[in-house]
């Protein structure tokens, strides 16, 4: 299995809080990702990262912003949660190009009352 | 904008029996990946499939891009219960970086 984290695992929030979830590899791929999961939806990309401080939107982005300071850790933010935005969030990795394998790690639920 | 609709959304059905799952798209992928979910876990990828009119097997998966590379299929032979999962395709735009996913077909086969 690729060495990918996420944390937390589980996160309760209130709507209007800043929330910061985290992903980190141990594979030292070049391109890292976020998607959420819902239902009927199936996984949409929020944002992605291709190097170091390079990110670039995907489908979804509004709400979020993403920081990439090391090749190991991507991180997403929420500045201020929504109950729109309780969802399952996973990261991926890939090592190179697009059509290279996603490698994908636990994923995160977060809740937002 | 949801690019990649998958059929069916729900799928029950005995061990031994077959199966076909659809990916349908009025796009054009560069290439199309098949994964499986199960619960918990995130997508683990089954194939990757990057030529139109392309079949795949994989055991008893047999998976095809359709030849305008616009859709595609995957065919379970004599499903087992270790199939139940949650299958995602997910289509590379031909610009950009990122990939697509279709909305999922959840199977579940019964022993």
């Known amino acids: 299995d690729a060495g990918i984290t996420q944390s937390p695992r589980h996160k309760v929030t209130e709507t209007g809080t800043p929330v910061t979830l985290r992903c980190h590899q141990t594979e030292n791929h070049r391109y890292m990702y976020w998607y959420r999961q819902d239902p009927g939806h199936g996984l949409r990309l929020i944002h992605y990262?291709?190097?170091?401080?390079?990110?670039d939107k995907g489908e979804v982005s509004d709400g979020y912003s993403v920081s990439r300071s090391k090749t190991e850790d991507f991180l997403l933010t929420l500045e201020s949660a929504t109950s729109s935005q309780t969802s399952v969030y996973f990261c991926?990795?890939?090592?190179?190009?697009?059509?290279?394998?996603?490698?994908f790690g636990p994923g995160t639920r977060l809740l937002v009352l | 904008t949801q690019l990649l609709e998958q059929s069916p959304q729900f799928l029950s059905i005995q061990e031994g029996e077959n199966l076909t799952v659809y990916c349908n798209s009025s796009s054009v992928f560069s290439s199309l990946q098949w994964y499986r979910q199960e619960p918990g876990e995130g997508p683990v990828l089954l194939v990757t499939?990057?030529?139109?009119?392309e079949v795949k097997k994989l055991k008893r998966l047999t998976f095809q891009f359709g030849d305008a590379r616009k859709d595609s299929s995957l065919h379970i032979t004599a499903a087992q219960p270790g199939d139940t999962g949650l299958y995602l395709c997910?289509?590379?735009?031909?610009?950009?970086?990122?990939?697509?996913f279709g909305t999922g077909t959840s199977l579940t086969v019964i022993p």
């Open positions: 499939v990057v030529t139109g009119g």
């Open positions: 997910a289509g590379a735009a031909n610009t950009g970086n990122q990939f697509y």
């Open positions: 991926a990795i890939s090592e190179s190009a697009l059509q290279e394998t996603q490698y």
């Open positions: 990262s291709y190097g170091v401080k390079d990110t």
